[in-house]
């Protein structure tokens, strides 16, 4: 039984449609980047997976569990945990708040400490400015901090959309590195939405190309890099 | 005489203030500004005595040992707030912010007319612990004892309010859901909870107004709470929509400023006090109109 599984999904916003028709399935452990121009529907995709968005059309489930139709948070009980589009810190929230928010939901309340201390460990930042307001950190830290928030309600599934947004390409290397090590440490699946195919070939991984709401390519991230593919799906088919 | 106009000050503004705090809560998590919460006060204010429409009020709740009536008048007010908030909002939780506030007006005219039918329009006259007329020397000052129990009461709720919000999860979650209730639920936080916690806090917080309005005036009025709703309405947009330490802080700020101007202005003027207040009112949302401390979530988000 594959991870995440999407069947014909739509969203719509009135009568634009921003996601068409998708279908894939994600299995466990694996990395999924998903690409393509702007307005191609990566935003829209994720936000449906975890609710924040209606879907018109089609179905989303997790560990064969229909996820569509239910609400954010009955979704983020399941094991699936969101590092939004402009990482949407609580920033009148203290570092530490910012990450024990999302522990509400959890059912092994005893193993919290020995999981905040282990964010710390992963991202040495938070843990000296954990009584900081988190609106004084920098974009890189943010990053980090909102990656952080999401691993503390412990999930099996992570949304990640667009990490390097506003961010210098050394701190985006960073925060690659720290996101495949806790991969690796936690069996995490990642669905990451990264407009960048050429660094979503350097960090490696399978990639979805989205263009118009739609699949136009599945495989492998780093055999996409020098494809025709790529350059059609930004910039459309070459006059004949 | 001057200690005496800083009690006054203080016993007003803070009534401000928990008024004020009771509709920047709800505004907080679900952007509501809920005109109905005078006529929150004004049915806890009723909570007190047995329903009839007698010209002379007979104590029910009110007769009650204060161990006894304050406990279970803020279970009154939390409960109309949640009952409130289950029947009328939630139904309508996806509709505009304005489509929210016109039906908090709706309820709080259904609440007024319903307290009309039952309870008559006169006003009537009530005796809540009259023992706390009696004056008392403090620091020099002639003070009533009343209103240093009212000073007290409401420092005593503000603390706790904020160690609740500070120290409490469901604190941690309310300040969360304040500033970006859609994440707050991506993180798992239960949407349902955190807005009635919010209207029970309110609720209770208006019946805290009801049992200082009562005390103070002797006198239970249908229309008793539309006065301090618009007062602490201004309070709440002074300090900067949707924050706490601002709705608190316009509040008292509000108080202090209503007794000084009844202190310093000419008698002839003194009837226009309002109009002063008011018109200063106008000067600060000119100078700061995202008002003195304005919330990270009354901000649009990119």
Not at chain 1, 165 to 172: E, K
Not at chain 2, 226 to 254: D, K
Request: hydrophobic share 55%; proline share 4%; glycine share 10%.
């Amino acid at each position: 039984m594959s991870k995440l599984g999407i069947f014909d999904l739509s969203v719509r916003y009135g009568k634009l449609t921003a996601v068409n028709n998708i279908s894939f399935t994600v299995a466990e452990g694996e990395r999924v980047f998903i690409s393509g121009p702007n307005g191609a529907g990566k935003s829209s995709l994720l936000a449906a997976i975890a609710g924040e968005v209606r879907a018109a059309h089609g179905r989303i489930e997790m560990d064969g569990d229909i996820l569509s139709g239910r609400v954010p948070e009955a979704i983020a009980r399941r094991g699936l945990s969101m590092v939004p589009e402009g990482r949407r810190i609580f920033r009148a929230l203290s570092v530490q708040e910012n990450l024990m928010v999302g522990v509400g939901l959890r059912r092994d309340k005893t193993a919290v400490p020995d999981d905040l201390e282990a964010i710390y460990a992963a991202f040495p930042i938070l843990g000296t400015r954990r009584h900081a307001n988190a609106g004084a950190l920098s974009g890189g830290q943010q990053q980090m901090l909102a990656i952080g928030r999401a691993l503390m309600t412990n999930p099996k599934l992570m949304l990640v959309d667009e990490p390097s947004l506003g961010l210098a390409p050394r701190v985006v290397d960073e925060v690659y590195d720290r996101l495949c090590s806790l991969q690796a440490q936690r069996g995490l699946t990642l669905v990451i939405v990264e407009q960048s195919s050429a660094r979503a070939g350097r960090v490696g991984g399978r990639m979805l190309l989205l263009r118009g709401g739609q699949i136009v390519a599945d495989g492998d991230a780093a055999s996409f890099a020098a494809d025709d593919l790529l350059k059609e799906a930004y910039f459309g088919k070459a006059a004949p | 005489m001057t200690l005496q106009l800083v009690f006054d000050a203080l016993s007003l503004g803070g009534i401000y203030a928990i008024a004020a705090l009771g509709i920047a809560l709800i505004f907080g998590v679900m952007k509501l500004v809920n005109f109905a919460h005078g006529q929150f006060i004004a049915f806890a204010v009723f909570a007190l005595i047995v329903p009839s429409t007698d010209a002379v009020a007979v104590m029910g709740l009110g007769a009650a040992p204060a161990l006894v009536l304050v406990p279970a008048l803020l279970a009154v007010g939390a409960g109309l707030a949640v009952a409130s908030e289950y029947l009328v909002f939630r139904p309508l939780r996806n509709v505009s912010p304005v489509a929210l506030m016109v039906a908090s007006f709706a309820l709080g005219v259904v609440i007024q007319n319903a307290l009309l039918v039952i309870y008559g329009g006169r006003p009537k006259a009530i005796s809540l612990w009259p023992e706390l007329g009696k004056p008392v020397r403090l620091l020099g000052a002639e003070v009533p004892m009343l209103q240093i129990m009212v000073i007290c009461a409401v420092l005593l709720v503000l603390a706790l309010l904020a160690i609740m919000l500070k120290r409490s999860r469901v604190g941690l979650e309310m300040r969360a859901a304040a500033e970006d209730f859609g994440m707050a639920r991506l993180l798992g936080v239960r949407a349902n909870a955190v807005i009635a916690g919010a209207f029970a806090l309110s609720g209770a917080l208006a019946a805290t107004v009801a049992l200082v309005l009562v005390a103070q005036t002797g006198v239970a009025d249908v229309r008793m709470g539309g006065q301090i709703m618009l007062i602490a309405f201004i309070a709440t947009v002074v300090g900067g929509m949707g924050s706490l330490p601002g709705a608190v802080a316009a509040g008292f700020a509000i108080g202090a400023v209503s007794v000084a101007l009844q202190a310093v202005l000419p008698i002839e003027a003194r009837p226009f006090r309002d109009a002063f207040l008011y018109g200063l009112v106008i000067l600060v949302l000119l100078l700061r109109p995202q008002g003195l401390f304005a919330s990270a979530s009354a901000k649009p988000r990119v």
